[in-house]
Nanobody, 128 residues
Framework: QVQLVESGGGLVQAGGSLRLSCAASGRTFSRGVMGWFRQAPGKEREFVTAIMWDSGQTYYADFVKGRFTISRDNAKNTVNLQMNSLKPEDTAVYSC?????????????????????WGQGTQVTVSS
C-alpha cells in the first residue's frame, strides 16, 4: 500500500521559513516524479514545484522561484520543501503527490492529473 505522509506545516509570521517533508512508503519512486501542490480556501489547487527523482531536475511555479526549494533524500525516500520568505498569500494546505514513472517533460507535471498518489496535506498559515 502506497502512502505519502506530509509533515512540517504550521503557523509562521510573514518573512519566516518552514520546511515540509513528504515521506513515501509502499513503493519506490526512483523513476518517477514527486510534486507539491497547494490549495487555499475558496481557490483551486495550484502547482508549486516538482522534482524528477532520478536526475534531481526541478521545476517551480513562478510565484515561488527564489523562495522555495524542493529536494529529495534517497536514503529516506523523502521529498522536502524548504519555504523561505513566506508571505500571507502562501497560506494553504500543501499536499505532496507522486507518480511512479515519468513519461513526459518535468514541466508537464504541473497538472494534478499527472499524479497517481497523494498525501493528506499539511496546513501552512502565514500571518501578516
Amino acid at each position: 500500500q502506497v502512502q505519502l505522509v506530509e509533515s512540517g506545516g504550521g503557523l509562521v509570521q510573514a518573512g519566516g521559513s518552514l520546511r515540509l517533508s513528504c515521506a513515501a512508503s509502499g513503493r519506490t519512486f526512483s523513476r518517477g516524479v514527486m510534486g507539491w501542490f497547494r490549495q487555499a480556501p475558496g481557490k483551486e489547487r495550484e502547482f508549486v514545484t516538482a522534482i524528477m527523482w532520478d536526475s534531481g531536475q526541478t521545476y517551480y511555479a513562478d510565484f515561488v522561484k527564489g523562495r522555495f526549494t524542493i529536494s529529495r533524500d534517497n536514503a529516506k525516500n523523502t521529498v522536502n520543501l524548504q519555504m523561505n520568505s513566506l508571505k500571507p498569500e502562501d497560506t494553504a494546505v500543501y499536499s505532496c503527490a507522486a507518480v511512479t514513472l515519468a513519461i513526459a517533460s518535468l514541466s508537464d507535471y504541473d497538472s494534478p492529473r499527472r499524479y497517481n498518489y497523494w498525501g493528506q496535506g499539511t496546513q501552512v498559515t502565514v500571518s501578516s
